[in-house]
Every structure is written in structure tokens, then in C-alpha cells.
């Protein structure tokens, strides 16, 4: 059994590893909108931080329709989706990325976290 201070430091270090993975990391709620988002992620896009999280999951690929969209609305669902989606960073440049996304629950609330390469 873990005391709490193990279990804080395995956050912690969960925390830490998840900011700095050479891979983006997204979270995004039940409406699909980005609600966390590690450097990564805003260096492979070319947003800011505070950019993205004025985004939603369709405001990033190329269609907006199937692929990466549908993967989050069937994470919110509890499923765990991956694959090859279209990407478009900011600068109106398209590339193909490689995904995982899987459920979470933060807060109670349904949300998606998906790692991006």
C-alpha cells in the first residue's frame, strides 16, 4: 500500500514527464476543446499555449470530419483510439502525425488525453 507522500510523488513525476515528453500531449474536455497542452504539443503545432487552448480538436487537422475528430468524441465515450491523422500546425502547413488517445477522468468529468507525434 502507498502512503500519500508516494502517491504525490508519483504525480509529480508523472506531472514533470508528461511536461517535458519529446511527444505533444493534449487533453481535451467533453466539447473537444484543448484544455491542457505540453510544450511539445505547442512547439509541433506552432501555437502558443494559451493558442491552443482556445482551439478545438477540428481546428487542427486538415478534415475536420473522421479521423483524429471522431477518435476524441470515442475517447470521451471510454474508448482508446490511435492512428495516422492529417495535423495542420498553425502555419497552414499539413503533416501526417501518428496518434494515441485514450480516456481519463479529471475532476469526474469525461476528458481525452492524446499523444501526439
Known amino acids: 500500500m502507498q502512503d500519500s507522500s508516494s502517491a504525490a510523488l508519483q ?46 480538436v477540428h481546428d487542427v487537422v486538415e478534415s475536420p470530419n473522421g479521423g483524429l475528430v471522431d477518435a476524441a468524441r470515442e475517447v470521451i465515450d471510454g474508448k482508446i483510439r490511435h492512428g495516422t491523422a492529417s495535423v495542420r500546425r498553425k502555419d497552414g502547413e499539413s503533416f501526417p502525425a501518428q496518434y494515441v488517445s485514450a480516456p481519463a477522468q479529471i475532476d469526474g468529468l469525461p476528458h481525452g488525453v492524446t499523444f501526439l507525434w
Open 11 to 56: 504525480e509529480t513525476l508523472l506531472g514533470n514527464a508528461v511536461a517535458a515528453a519529446g511527444a505533444g500531449v493534449l487533453v481535451h474536455d467533453d466539447t473537444l476543446r484543448y484544455v491542457a497542452a505540453n510544450s511539445a504539443a505547442c512547439k509541433l503545432l506552432g501555437y502558443t499555449r494559451d493558442q491552443l487552448l482556445e482551439l478545438r
